[in-house]
């Protein structure tokens, strides 16, 4: 099996080109490079490569199976564990039927 390699620089301005231009955005039109200017082509270009690469490396992130995620609401699986309310009663309910 190939072992991925890191884009290159070029190949990643390609890619926010080529998602820019399925978005609408034409940064043609921002100067090239103009350090006087708030925004130009280099900036946005590593800019996005930047947080391009951030990404690649939160997927190189192995997640531990044991890593409880914050979440906005609880998960169903934590109702019926002991953790939840709900659970209590049916661990409890399951204690008493297995005899312990």
């Known amino acids: 099996m190939a072992v991925p ?3 290159t620089d070029a190949e990643l301005n390609a890619y926010i080109l080529f998602r820019f231009g399925m978005l609408g955005i034409d940064i043609s039109v921002l100067p090239f490079q103009d350090s006087t200017a708030q925004v130009d082509q280099v900036s946005v270009l590593s ?3 930047s947080t391009l690469r951030q990404s690649l490396q939160l ?8 890593t409880h995620i914050a979440t906005y609401y ?3 699986q934590w109702a019926w564990t002991q953790m939840g ?3 209590r009663i049916s661990l409890a309910k399951r204690k008493q039927a297995l005899g312990y």
Not at 59 to 66: G, K, R
């Open 47 to 49: 800019s996005c490569r």
């Open 59 to 66: 997927l190189d992130y192995e997640l531990d199976v044991q």
């Open 5 to 7: 390699t890191n884009p």
């Open 74 to 76: 609880a998960s169903p």
């Open 85 to 87: 309310e709900e659970g």
